[in-house]
């Protein structure tokens, strides 16, 4: 597949797209995290925290098929507990044993609204926002961020193998 049948960007909101709960909601415990397996954390009162879905696997396709060489792989959250988010980024891996925060190029990591992260990330990279596609969870997100151009796909249980090959083909509708 030519490289340019796939986005030049996928971006992933953290919080109930890559994993749950959200940070916010580990209030009260957090950080430190432990490591349990490849998918799953426990805070400092043993509550879990899960990646979601296909989540590594995405990972670990963007970063290792041909198809997705020339492609740039970015985190933008708004999460309330950013350091928590990092360790957790250190410590979730990735079916092939890699760290996520491996797999990922770029980072807005930030409260603010998505756009601001998406105008951020289209001039840091010089990517067009059509050769952009972005998941999250929240219908609010999804709906600002398109009206840049990025394809944005809503992703309310996090990143299924159905949310994931359709959202690619939605963006493929679009070129």
């Known amino acids: 597949m030519a490289s340019n049948r796939v986005p030049k960007l996928v971006a992933f909101d953290l919080d109930g797209t890559i994993w749950s709960p959200d940070m916010y909601m580990l209030w009260g415990g957090g950080s430190p995290f432990r490591f349990v397996s490849n998918e799953e954390l ?30 740039k792989v970015a985190w933008v959250s708004c ?19 890699v760290p996520l925060v491996e797999r990922v190029q770029e980072q807005c990591i930030y409260k603010a609204n998505k756009q601001t992260h998406f105008n951020d990330l289209q001039q840091r990279t010089n990517i067009p926002f059509d050769d952009m596609i972005f998941f999250d969870n929240e219908r609010g997100n999804i709906n600002s961020v398109e009206r ?28």
């Open 79 to 97: 999460t309330d507990e950013p350091e928590w988010a990092d360790e957790c980024m250190k410590k979730f891996q990735t079916p092939m044993g």
């Open 42 to 71: 426990r805070d400092s009162t043993n509550a879990k925290v899960k990646l979601l879905g296909i989540s590594g696997e995405i990972l670990d396709t963007i970063a290792t098929a041909e198809e997705w060489k020339d492609t």
């Open 148 to 175: 840049l151009g990025v394809c944005s796909i809503y992703c309310p249980n996090g990143m299924t193998r159905k949310i994931w090959e359709n959202g690619i083909a939605s963006w493929l509708q679009r070129k």
